[in-house]
T-cell receptor, first 113, second 115 residues
Framework: GDSVTQMEGPVTLSEEAFLTINCTYT??????LFWYVQYPGEGLQLLLKATKADDKGSNKGFEATYRKETTSFHLEKGSVQVSDSAVYFC????????????FGKGITLSVRP | KAGVTQTPRYLIKTRGQQVTLSCSPISGHRSVSWYQQTPGQGLQFLFEYFSETQRNKGNFPGRFSGRQFSNSRSEMNVSTLELGDSALYLC??????????????FGQGTRLTVV
């Protein structure tokens, strides 16, 4: 079945550091890929998405490129802020008969001042 | 426009009881999905409803059930609660399932604690 693998966490960075969170996927067909963020005590918010190979999703300084050849969708940000501290989930969805999201396990990011 | 609304936000129940959680999707969205989030298992898909029909179901026991009403609001029910059912239950709404640009919007969740 479909699956998403995220790098092990947690990750702790200093403010203004560069961030990379790895995400790889296994799926048949051509899934759409997403990054969701969850702040403490909240639900999930869509951070960015890409629907086809070589698409780059971007939002709030975060970027991720859909790489079909490496089945990856790594999240990057050039300069993290304390307010970026949250849990980040990589996810995929297959177009077709349903809207089931398959999530990675999530990774906790802590940014210290 | 209003986001996805889940009620209640917090719930404490005793083992063996049953519970009903509610989700009101974004206006115009007809697809509602439910997910269970626990520290050990992460985010797991429960089921999806579209136009009052269950379209997809995850790997959960029959104690977990749901329904969708004609106004797209959805409820999920868990009967004979077990300690392991303690989790954050998240509802997501989207316009319709299976489109090329499917985007799901999540509610804040209902935190269920079973004691």
């Amino acid at each position: 079945g479909d699956s998403v693998t995220q790098m092990e966490g947690p990750v702790t960075l200093s403010e203004e550091a560069f961030l990379t969170i790895n995400c790889t996927y296994t799926a048949t067909g051509y899934p759409s890929l997403f990054w969701y963020v969850q702040y403490p005590g909240e639900g999930l918010q869509l951070l960015l998405k890409a629907t086809k190979a070589d698409d780059k999703g971007s939002n709030k300084g975060f970027e991720a490129t859909y790489r079909k050849e490496t089945t990856s969708f790594h999240l990057e940000k050039g300069s993290v802020q304390v307010s970026d501290s949250a849990v980040y989930f990589c996810a995929l969805i297959k177009t077709g008969a349903n809207s089931k999201l398959t999530f990675g396990k999530g990774i906790t990011l802590s940014v210290r001042p | 426009k209003a986001g996805v609304t889940q009620t209640p936000r917090y719930l404490i129940k005793t083992r063996g009881q049953q519970v009903t959680l509610s989700c009101s999707p974004i206006s115009g969205h007809r697809s509602v999905s439910w997910y269970q989030q626990t520290p050990g298992q992460g985010l797991q898909f429960l089921f999806e409803y579209f136009s009052e029909t269950q379209r997809n179901k995850g790997n959960f026991p029959g104690r977990f059930s749901g329904r969708q009403f004609s106004n797209s609001r959805s409820e999920m029910n868990v009967s004979t609660l077990e300690l392991g059912d303690s989790a954050l239950y998240l509802c997501a709404s989207s316009r319709s399932p299976g489109t090329d640009n499917t985007e799901a919007f999540f509610g804040q969740g209902t935190r269920l604690t079973v004691v």
